[in-house]
């Protein structure tokens, strides 16, 4: 099944289509604008943090649990099968097993659902072989993934000439030669290339591919743009979202970065990405792709600097010790403690729009006889004895994200109070370290709760969620300029959820 499919297959031939097929175009410059501020910077600290990791065991063991989730999640958000999360976790932490598979886990056949994955895994192994070998991007090379990644899927559906659905064999490794345009559910068609020009442009993706290369575009701008001509192009008669994928991870991992890693918790996202770039440039998917390699990156640098804490082999120990040496130079220190200079400035822009925001609200909500007020409470990273004070709630939102929140050295926050006949709510702003050990890398996130009142009438907070897609990150090779364009940006998406979510249970 392709994510794409959205229905049966039809016929061309359809009196509504929805999205009329064009040939592929180049990059726009509006793609461009999109790309990422923030991934060049991270990528750099992350490379610098990886060097002399090449042959640890816990950083081999976090690429192979990328690797597994990435062949595990690409077929779940094709539905071409179900798993629950726990056993996903269990995939990933110990391997494709089937006989770690219950029955009632999944929607197939267990042995089944794991060749495929197995297959799936085997496709990104194939990647990692490519970018080794430094190959060239050709037809056949995608073709024998496909034939690979499709190596234990007998069918694919189709309709007859009656509209009824049936499965017909699948074409492994082979351009389509019938049309596979998705019928929606209004009956509207989405056509993709017709089969007679495939051929012609593929070629044309791979020629302008290679130009991009040359060019030194973007990985997230490049990524996003081939994945989305990919699947215009829809050369196969089914997996064209799997390949897509791969394809998309191939460029990030040339770059040596992470695989992209698509879950089934950004499926909505991922779709409606795909939409907007039909008709309005690559900017959501760019967007998307780069909120994913940047968690990565995170988990990525909490692997190495627990690799540099622990140093489980004396080699490591020994290179452990000239590190701990090393950081007490002046000069180098002075360079990562530049993302701590950026925080504080970024936290003293968070306390003004929480109190300009403030004063907006108190004045909307202001009523005779009505006791409500918006006010703002913070503490900077110098207030020793209050900068910890919100310390569950951040812990909280850094394991929803995904990373260890850092708070014995340096962490500081703001938040928003609000306060009507329905009791209190806040949103608090955090900006700490990430990991355990501090490498120049500072996380902001924005967190919405309720206070619930308890015995003596204290106030706990209940219930906080994340009201940010992902972690705002800044590191030492920042410039505050950039950060803050970024971070106003980031604030105000936050804000605007947060107050959406309070709206609602008034």
Not at 226 to 236: A, G, K, N, V, Y
Not at 445 to 465: N, S
Not at 473 to 479: E, G, M, T, V, W
Request: net charge negative; hydrophobic share 40%.
């Amino acid at each position: 099944m392709d994510i794409h499919s959205g229905g049966p297959r039809t016929d061309a031939g359809s009196d509504s289509p929805a999205h009329v097929w064009r040939p592929i175009t180049d990059l726009a410059l509006e793609d461009l604008a999109a790309a990422s501020n923030e991934l060049p910077a991270l990528s750099a600290v992350w490379l610098e943090a990886r060097q002399g990791l090449s042959d640890d065991l816990a950083i081999k063991g976090f690429n192979e649990r990328l690797q597994r989730e990435w062949a595990i999640e690409t077929g779940i958000i094709e539905r071409i099968y179900s798993l629950d999360r726990g056993i996903t976790q269990l995939l990933i932490e110990r391997g494709i097993d089937d006989s770690l598979i219950p029955h009632d886990a999944t929607d197939r056949p267990p042995e089944l659902v794991a060749k495929i994955i197995r297959d799936q895994e085997a496709a990104i192994d194939f990647l990692f072989d490519f970018v080794s070998q430094k190959r060239a991007l050709t037809q056949s090379f995608i073709k024998e993934m496909h034939a690979l990644m499709t190596r234990h899927q007998e069918s694919t559906t189709g309709v007859d000439q009656f509209g009824r659905e049936m499965e017909i064999p699948l074409a492994r490794g082979a351009f389509k030669t019938w049309p596979n345009n998705p019928t929606r559910a209004d009956g509207s068609l989405h056509e993709y290339c017709p089969p007679e020009h495939v051929e012609s442009e593929m070629e044309r993706l791979l020629e302008m591919h290679t130009q991009h290369m040359a060019e030194a575009i973007p990985p997230e701008v490049e990524s996003a743009w081939l994945h989305h001509r990919f699947t215009q192009i829809h050369p196969f008669q089914d997996g064209n979202g799997r390949m897509a994928r791969a394809i998309a991870s191939l460029v990030f991992m040339r770059s040596n970065w992470f695989p992209l890693v698509i879950t089934r918790d950004d499926r909505a996202r991922y779709l409606d990405a795909l939409e907007q770039a039909d008709r309005d440039g690559l900017a959501a998917l760019i967007d998307l792709f780069a909120s994913r390699e940047k968690k990565a990156f995170v988990g990525a640098l909490g692997i190495a600097r627990e690799v540099t804490q622990e140093g489980h082999r004396l080699d490591q120990q020994v290179a452990a010790i000239a590190d701990l040496f090393a950081r007490r130079d002046s000069e180098w220190r002075a360079e990562l403690d530049n993302a701590r200079e950026i925080a504080r400035s970024m936290w003293s822009q968070g306390v003004a729009r929480f109190d300009d925001l403030a004063s907006q609200l108190e004045r909307s909500m202001s009523a005779p006889g009505r006791n409500r007020r918006a006010f703002v409470d913070s503490a900077s990273d110098r207030d020793a004895d209050r900068r910890t004070w919100q310390r569950w709630q951040i812990v909280h939102t850094a394991r929803e994200l995904g990373y260890f929140a850092g708070l014995r050295d340096f962490a500081c926050w703001a938040r928003l109070c609000l306060e009507t006949e329905s009791g209190r709510s806040e949103i608090l702003l955090a900006l700490h370290d990430v990991g355990q050990e501090y490498r120049g890398l500072i996380g902001c996130t924005l967190t919405f709760y309720r206070r619930q009142e308890v015995a003596d009438g204290e106030r706990h907070a209940v219930d906080p969620q994340a009201v940010c897609d992902d972690i705002f990150q800044i590191n030492y090779k920042d410039s505050e300029t950039a950060v803050s364009e970024r971070f106003q940006q980031w604030l105000d998406r936050g804000l605007v959820r947060a107050l959406e979510v309070w709206r609602r249970g008034e």
